[in-house]
């Protein structure tokens, strides 16, 4: 199986358990991605998207439907609905908008401080905790076509946290599924339902 089908598989399973558990969850995906907004985010990057965010996103497109975006200087910041933080830390899946704002915002932020190793043009956001700076970006820039996940925060450049997109998302579904498991993101977390969604404890 590659990458690219084990990111379906994995995803599959979380859709699936959001769905038949945290409705309110569920509701906040969003369709699949079009042609259009993947070529706008490929555009943006400057680069074929991996086969396995394109993989995810034609599953569904972030996490984002019931959010609202409220105008920043230089372009737009995402406003998360409680029901779109599905993932252990509180992190929203970034749809394919989302992806090309904070991926454009954290560019400029480098080339104002003058330090290109702060964000690289190959780090793709995929996961953020909106209200700061943390989350997970896929790193599309490595000579042997792996895209290892890196984790980034306030106090450090990004690094890396998983092999890949599969191992990370099949963390998650083992811990929804199955209540155990030792994904790097589920690590000391354990889902229950609130109100209809996924709350991480």
Request: hydrophobic residues 40%; negative net charge.
């Amino acid at each position: 199986m590659s990458h690219a089908d084990g990111v379906r598989y994995e995803w599959a399973r979380i859709v699936r358990w959001l769905v038949e558990n945290a409705p309110a969850s569920a509701q906040a995906l969003n369709p699949p991605a079009t042609d259009a907004d993947l070529q706008r985010l490929s555009d943006h990057l400057g680069f074929g998207l991996p086969e396995v965010l394109e993989t995810w996103l034609r599953q569904n497109n972030g996490s984002t439907a019931k959010d609202s975006r409220t105008a920043v200087p230089g372009g737009f910041r995402l406003v998360p609905h409680a029901d779109s933080r599905i993932f252990p830390g509180g992190e929203v899946f970034l749809d394919c908008q989302s992806i090309i704002d904070r991926h454009g915002n954290h560019l400029r932020i480098a080339d104002h401080i003058g330090d290109e190793d702060w964000w690289q043009p190959s780090w793709i956001p995929v996961l953020a905790e909106v209200d700061a700076h943390y989350g997970l970006v896929l790193d599309a820039g490595q000579r042997d076509g792996s895209v290892p996940v890196l984790a980034y925060r306030e106090t450090d450049y990004p690094k890396r946290y998983a092999a890949s997109l599969e191992e990370l998302l099949a963390g998650v579904a083992d811990m929804l599924e199955h209540g155990r498991g030792d994904g790097v993101l589920t690590r000391g977390r354990y889902p229950f339902v609130q109100d209809g969604r996924v709350v991480w404890d």
